[in-house]
T-cell receptor, first 110, second 113 residues
Framework: GQQVMQIPQYQHVQEGEDFTTYCNSS?????IQWYKQRPGGHPVFLIQLVKSGEVKKQKRLTFQFGEAKKNSSLHITATQTTDVGTYFC??????????FGTGTRLKVLA | DAGVTQSPTHLIKTRGQQVTLRCSPK?????VSWYQQALGQGPQFIFQYYEEEERQRGNFPDRFSGHQFPNYSSELNVNALLLGDSALYLC????????????FGPGTRLTVT
């Protein structure tokens, strides 16, 4: 079945450093979503990417969807302590269900 | 405008028992998906309900069943609970099915002893 992997599993950065998480699907995706889950919280939708090669920005966050629509990345510039949490990608293969990645847990050291 | 609500917040059950979790979707949403999230893992898709029918199901046994009501609210039922069923159960609502933004509820923390 479809699998979605993320790397790294954990990332500790100093405040102000950049952070990137990568998402890879075993199958071609129709679209991909990104979520953020704070410790003790629930996933919160960040963005959806649909087109091959698409790049979207939200302030310090940059999201990319690969040309083959099998991989994606989230880059955060100049991390802040408010960026702490686990970032999940969720791939949609067109069958009414999203497959969530394994997540990348980000810790920002002040 | 209320977001997605779930009840109860926490629940402790014994092996072999049955449990029912409830979800009310965000106003204007007609689709409800249920996820199981074990500690330190990503959410695992259980099933999705739309127009009171199960539209898609993940790799979960028949012990997991659900229902959607005419007001779009939904229930998740788990029978014959196992220790491995201990997890955070998340409900997500969206408008329509397929590739739509999902709004998650706060979840129900189920502990099976």
């Amino acid at each position: 079945g479809q699998q979605v992997m993320q790397i790294p599993q954990y990332q500790h950065v100093q405040e102000g450093e950049d952070f990137t998480t990568y998402c890879n699907s075993s199958t071609t995706l129709s679209n991909i979503q990104w979520y953020k889950q704070r410790p003790g919280g629930h996933p919160v939708f960040l963005i959806q990417l649909v087109k091959s090669g698409e790049v979207k920005k939200q302030k310090r966050l940059t999201f990319q969807f690969g040309e083959a629509k099998k991989n994606s990345s989230l880059h955060i510039t100049a991390t802040q302590t408010t960026d702490v949490g686990t970032y999940f990608c969720a791939g949609y293969g067109g069958t009414y269900k999203y497959i969530f990645g394994t997540g990348t847990r980000l810790k920002v050291l002040a | 405008d209320a977001g997605v609500t779930q009840s109860p917040t926490h629940l402790i059950k014994t092996r072999g028992q049955q449990v029912t979790l409830r979800c009310s979707p965000k106003s204007g949403h007609d689709t409800v998906s249920w996820y199981q999230q074990a500690l330190g893992q990503g959410p695992q898709f259980i099933f999705q309900y739309y127009e009171e029918e199960e539209r898609q199901r993940g790799n979960f046994p028949d012990r997991f069943s659900g229902h959607q009501f005419p007001n779009y609210s939904s229930e998740l039922n788990v029978n014959a609970l196992l220790l491995g069923d201990s997890a955070l159960y998340l409900c997500a609502s969206s408008h329509g099915t397929g590739a739509f933004e999902q709004y998650f509820g706060p979840g129900t923390r189920l502990t099976v002893t």
